[in-house]
Each structure stands twice: as structure tokens, then as C-alpha cells.
Antibody
Framework: QVQLVESGGGVVQPGGSLRLSCAAS????????MHWVRQAPGKGLEWVAF????????YYTDFVKGRFTISRDNSKNTLYLQMNSLRPEDTAVYYC?????????WGQGSLVTVSS | EIVMTQSPATLSVSPGERATLSCRAS??????LAWYQQRPGQAPRLLIY???TRATDIPARFSGSGSGTEFTLTISSLQSEDFAVYYC??????????FGGGTEVEIK
């Protein structure tokens, strides 16, 4: 079955950087688009970024454009989210999810806390 | 950006009763609408896509309907495991993808 496991979260100071990883298994990773979706504490879901199956097309929400970069390594079945210039409002659980328009399967999430 | 609005914010229902959740889009999204369930402390789970198609292993008591700007998720007979937060999300002419604010289904 599909398994998505995020890692790389933690506590970082404002202005700092962090890279999240999402290890995928149970499906042919190179054939599927992938999303990052986040959820601030006690809040709803917010879409962050998407990357096409081949890594050619990438899309971002306006709030993270120019600061976050989504990428993937199909040889390692791994999705990444490089987060730079982090702000306190980026504090959230970050989920990776498989799919194109909608999210078929989700990881368990990785908590990112931006605080001094 | 398409704004998704869910109502009510909280729905109090007794086990075994029917629950009806609404989702409205600020412009037509056709049938490009998904519903997710999120239980406390867990990741979201896809319930419905294409407005009315149940995802794999989703029980038949969950059904979706609607098109254009008005959508409904119905849970025909609430079980204990169905008390959770439910989100709708459009995937029409994106990016961006947007979610509704969620409806919490609580035990009455």
C-alpha cells in the first residue's frame, strides 16, 4: 500500500532554513504528481506546492513563492521542500500527499516551528 | 483564487443519525471537488473526488453530490469513527488549490 513518510521538521529561528523530505513507497513514485499541504496549529488545511511527476512543472501558493522550493528525486522515491526565509506564520504540520488535482494519499506530517 | 466556504462550522449529530455538510465555491468548479476527513491527531484522508466518486475503501454511507458552486457531503448513519473534521477542496483551473475552512462533526 501507499506509504509516505515525512522527515526534517523541527524548531528554527525566523529567517532560517529547513528542508523537509518525504520518502515514498508502495507505488511507482515517478508516475505521480506530489503536493505539500500544511496545517497551522488548530487551523485548517492550506495547499503549499505541487510538482509534476517528471519534476518539470512546479506550482506554489503566493505565500511561499520565492522562499520555498519543491523538488523530487525519482531515483530515490523522495520528495523535498526547501524552506528559506522562514517566518513565524510558517509554523505548521507539513504533509506530503500523492496526486494531481486532489490528494489521494497523505503522510503523517512533519511539524515545523518557527520561533526565536 | 477560488474561495471555498463550508457550513456549518460545527454540526452536532447523534450516532446513527444523518449528517449533511455543505460546501460552496465562489465560482464554478464543475465537478472538480474533493472531500477529506481528518480525525483528531491524524492526517487527512480522501473520501470523495469528482464531487461524487468514493475513494478506495470508503464506506457506502458517505456520499457526495453537487456541481458548479454548490456541493454536499452526506453521511447516512453516523458511526463513532465518523466524528471528525471534514474539508472540501476544489481542483478546477488551479493553481492555486484551495480548501474550505472545515466542518467539525461532533457527538450530540
Amino acid at each position: 500500500q501507499v506509504q509516505l513518510v515525512e522527515s526534517g521538521g523541527g524548531v528554527v529561528q525566523p529567517g532560517g532554513s529547513l528542508r523537509l523530505s518525504c520518502a515514498a513507497s508502495g507505488f511507482t513514485f515517478s508516475k505521480y504528481g506530489m503536493h505539500w499541504v500544511r496545517q497551522a496549529p488548530g487551523k485548517g488545511l492550506e495547499w503549499v506546492a505541487f510538482i509534476r511527476y517528471d519534476g518539470i512543472n512546479k506550482y506554489y501558493t503566493d505565500f511561499v513563492k520565492g522562499r520555498f522550493t519543491i523538488s523530487r528525486d525519482n531515483s530515490k522515491n523522495t520528495l523535498y521542500l526547501q524552506m528559506n526565509s522562514l517566518r513565524p506564520e510558517d509554523t505548521a504540520v507539513y504533509y506530503c500527499a500523492q496526486g494531481s488535482g486532489y490528494c489521494d494519499s497523505w503522510g503523517q506530517g512533519s511539524l515545523v516551528t518557527v520561533s526565536s | 483564487e477560488i474561495v471555498m466556504t463550508q457550513s456549518p462550522a460545527t454540526l452536532s449529530v447523534s450516532p446513527g443519525e444523518r449528517a449533511t455538510l455543505s460546501c460552496r465555491a465562489s465560482q464554478s468548479v464543475g465537478s472538480n471537488l474533493a472531500w477529506y476527513q481528518q480525525r483528531p491527531g491524524q492526517a487527512p484522508r480522501l473520501l470523495i473526488y469528482g464531487a461524487s466518486t468514493r475513494a478506495t475503501d470508503i464506506p457506502a454511507r458517505f456520499s457526495g453530490s453537487g456541481s458548479g458552486t454548490e456541493f454536499t457531503l452526506t453521511i447516512s448513519s453516523l458511526q463513532s469513527e465518523d466524528f471528525a473534521v471534514y474539508y472540501c477542496q476544489h481542483f478546477n483551473n488551479w493553481p492555486p488549490l484551495t480548501f474550505g475552512g472545515g466542518t467539525e462533526v461532533e457527538i450530540k
